[in-house]
């Protein structure tokens, strides 16, 4: 099981890789605040497939309060500090991209990975060919997932 943000779900879906994290955590837990993001754009792709996810049961909404001191931040979203919050009270890893946000759970022990850690897992296990991989994250970065070429080289770079 793992706790996701948003962006790595809208991102997987748009690369057609949402399954990606079904087959790698089996269940994928979300505050009811990524849920009302994700609703934002109801007739969207990326929508209608988290919400079959939802639907069948692998995706599943949860309920989250925030306390202080998280309760207190107003330099991340709502929705990711739910994140947050949730992966603590679970014990599981978070699903993040944003670099403040992923801070933030490192000050509160929770383990927190990005959309290409997805992505990096789904190569290490053999569900996608590194060439799968390269072409997922080169259509996720068409649709606005943004991370440096930095970033992009040491993704390569990991592949292998």
Not at 5 to 16: C, M, Q, R
Not at 87 to 107: F, G, P, R
Not at 137 to 146: A, D, P, R, S, T
């Amino acid at each position: 099981m793992i706790v996701s943000n948003t962006s790595p779900l809208i991102h997987l879906a748009k690369a057609g890789k949402l399954d990606l994290l079904r087959r790698l955590f089996k269940t994928v837990l979300i505050p009811v605040s990524v849920h009302e993001e994700l609703m934002k754009q109801p007739r969207s792709t990326e929508t209608i497939l988290i919400n079959e996810a939802i639907k069948n049961g692998w995706i599943r909404t949860s309920k989250v309060h925030l306390k202080d001191p998280l309760r207190k931040l107003s330099t991340v979203a709502k929705a990711e500090l739910e994140v947050i919050a949730l992966a603590i009270k679970e014990k599981k890893i978070a699903l993040l991209d944003d670099k403040n946000a992923v801070q933030i759970a490192e000050i509160f022990r929770v383990g927190a990975h990005g959309t290409l850690f997805v992505i990096l897992q789904a190569v290490k296990k053999r569900f996608i060919s590194k060439k799968e991989a390269i072409n997922a994250v080169n259509k996720m970065m068409e649709n606005e997932f943004y991370i440096t070429s930095d970033v992009y080289a040491l993704f390569l770079q990991l592949l292998g």
